[in-house]
């Protein structure tokens, strides 16, 4: 009597149809899975995150740019340039990783260890922070 009513209780009860969260083919296997494979759980994974992803690549490139000319015309941890040679090489001073204020308020902007403060007549002191 007790198998004849498991079996009655198996044969009521629905199973859910699962499917890949990306392709919607039948999952099989266990029941927390989401993705039918590897290739499917990173596409999704890497929709998801594309938007903010983007955003975040765009903005690096832009720094690595920047740490890049400033490390250029900056080889001996100490120089000065104009404003016209920088902008001349793409660098765009409204991205920048810190700002370092001296007691003399003097203003450094940093692009990593690379670090700039304008001067007089268009003038830049380019500067390497030597902590690192």
């Not at 994974?45 to 740490?67: D, F, G, P, V």
């Not at 700002?99 to 500067?127: H, P």
């Amino acid at each position: 009597m007790y198998i004849s009513t498991l079996t009655t209780q198996t044969k009521n009860i629905k199973m859910e149809k699962r499917t890949c969260l990306e392709c919607g083919e039948t999952l099989k296997g266990r029941a927390d899975q989401k993705f039918c494979n590897d290739s499917c759980r990173n596409a999704y994974n890497n929709k998801k995150a594309s938007r903010t992803t983007n955003y975040m690549r765009k903005i690096n490139r832009i720094l690595k740019n920047n740490h890049s000319i400033l490390e250029q015309l900056n080889p001996e941890e100490k120089t000065t340039t104009f404003k016209s040679i920088l902008e001349k090489n793409g660098f765009n001073f409204n991205f920048y990783t810190n700002t370092y204020i001296t007691k003399n308020n003097r203003i450094y902007y940093f692009v990593y260890d690379q670090g700039y403060a304008e001067l007089e007549n268009n003038k830049y002191l380019l500067v390497k922070n030597a902590e690192n």
